[in-house]
């Protein structure tokens, strides 16, 4: 989910989007990906982390890696149960990882992520490849430099693999909207079960990762595009501070609440990715600027990092669906197992944010989006030109849902108007000072844990997406950390546990849901289900 939208639009099919590539080099790389590699090489479920060290100890290449994950993005994506969930392919993916093979033969490393391949949501500036938030209006965009974030992962050596599909506009066009369609990419299913929803607006980063398409990959959120994809697909996935990771070349949906974060299989492999994308950017106006950042977030990764936590326990996100319930149940069994301290806690102003932050989204929507598609270049340079464009083109861009929220945000006004003003300190208040941040303090916690939201629902162009038991809103409203980590199943859907914390505590969460993972081991490969009853 882009968004949150007062239960209605909390996030955002045919086969109506553009050929995979949608461009010069295209064909090119289709090939490339569809031949079979002489290597024999198992990349499902090869962790980063693993593939990092083989490659360190030489027995494994980058061009190698990079292309058995071509392979399989044939095998799986394009063919098989055919995911959808890459909507373009990088086509100096294999060159790009020659070249850093070279370099390791030379001596040199550039990075943490030397040679691993990463996947980055398709609204996320990469150059000479189109960035189109999967809309067709912007299938032609392509911008001329790098997002700061995908500079970051350049410099750590990262292979860009290629661009991943998400729910239109990140899920902020229609209050009808479904999880994982977009225009461009169509309609993204889950991997664990193909006619259930992977979620979003993350959903192609989210259902790639699951699926070993990638090592890891980027996500983007506003309230739950981050971890609701991570946990109905079996993911970890890190909502980080607003701030720690530059929006810098991501088409925008709230200034006040955008984020980039990891989503990976592992915990250490959320860790890694996280050191490289975390940054200060002088061009984010929420960027850290009081001193330095943990230069590698793995040294919090600690198999004890749970004894002697006190965390409270959000129960008013639990008591939509049994299974999430016992699954919950178990989880906190296992953290009090690890050393945890747990006691129920209760928001006073639990959900009171929601109408005052889908006000902010709806006026920084906008303005954010008319200065991106202006600096970008983009083929249109406004969010009204966008809204005639769908309009003319209604039949291929808009056959499910329409563009509602579009047409609420073009008939506000600026970010100077009082209704902004006011929204804009009640959504804050409520979900942090008097919302996680009260409960924090007041009961002297090192986080709130809960279950991250129900299992995956079928997939529905009728009626959108029934977004049940979510627990993430509280976090994205307050521009605070939170991470996912799997915890158990519902007839072979996953299941996922949250942990929140306060600003700038990334490192401590990642403490705390490693030391769960492992205790757990709670992941499951997909196993590409047609459907749960047959």
Partial sequence: MGATLLGAALVGACDGGTAKGGGAGAADVSRIARRTSAISLDIVELSAADARDRMAEGTLTARELTQAYLDRIARIDDAGPRLDAIVELNPRALLDAAALDA??????????????????????????????????????????????????????????????????????????????????????????????????????????????????????????????????????????????????????????????????????????????????????????????????????????????????????????????????????????????????????????????????????????????????????ASLEALIAWNKAHADTVMPFFGQELFEKAQALGPLTDAAYLDAREAARRLAGNEGLLAVLDGERLDAVVAPSMAPAWLTDHVLGDPFMGTSHGVAAVAGTPSITVPMGESHGLPLGFVFMGRAYAEGELLGMAFAFEQATRARRAPAFAPTLWR
Avoid at 124 to 145: F, T
Avoid at 241 to 264: E, F, H
């Fill in 103 to 380: 370099e390791r033969r030379a001596g040199m490393r550039s990075g943490p992520l030397h040679g691993i391949p990463v996947l980055i949501k398709d609204n996320i500036d990469v150059a000479g490849m189109v960035n189109s938030a999967g809309s067709l209006a912007l299938a032609d965009h392509r911008p001329k430099e790098d997002a700061f974030l995908v500079a970051r992962l350049r410099a750590a050596g990262a292979v860009i693999l290629g661009k991943t599909n998400l729910s239109e506009w990140a899920n902020f066009r229609s209050t009808r909207a479904t999880s994982g369609w977009s225009s461009r990419g169509g309609q993204t299913k889950n991997p664990y079960v193909l006619d259930r929803n992977p979620c979003g607006s993350s959903s192609g980063t989210g259902a790639a990762i699951a699926a070993s398409l990638g090592a890891i990959g980027v996500g983007t959120e506003t309230d739950g595009s981050i971890l609701c994809p991570s946990s109905v697909n079996g993911l970890v996935g890190l909502k980080p501070t607003v701030g720690l990771i530059s929006r810098s070349g991501i088409i925008p949906i709230s200034i006040s609440q955008d984020t980039a974060g990891p989503m990976a299989r592992t915990v250490t492999d959320a860790a890694i990715l996280l050191g490289a994308l975390a940054a200060v950017d002088p061009a984010d106006p929420a960027a850290w600027k009081q001193g330095a950042l943990p230069r590698d977030y793995t040294n919090f990764l600690k198999p004890g990092a749970l004894r002697g936590k006190r965390l409270g326990v959000l129960r008013q996100a639990m008591g939509t669906h049994p299974d999430v319930d016992r699954a919950a149940e178990a989880s906190m069994a296992t953290l009090r197992a690890q050393g945890a301290e747990l006691v129920d806690v209760e928001m006073d102003t639990y959900n009171r944010w929601n109408e005052p932050e889908f006000t902010l989204m709806l006026y920084e929507f906008k303005d954010g989006l008319n200065t991106y598609l202006r600096r970008s270049g983009a083929p249109h």
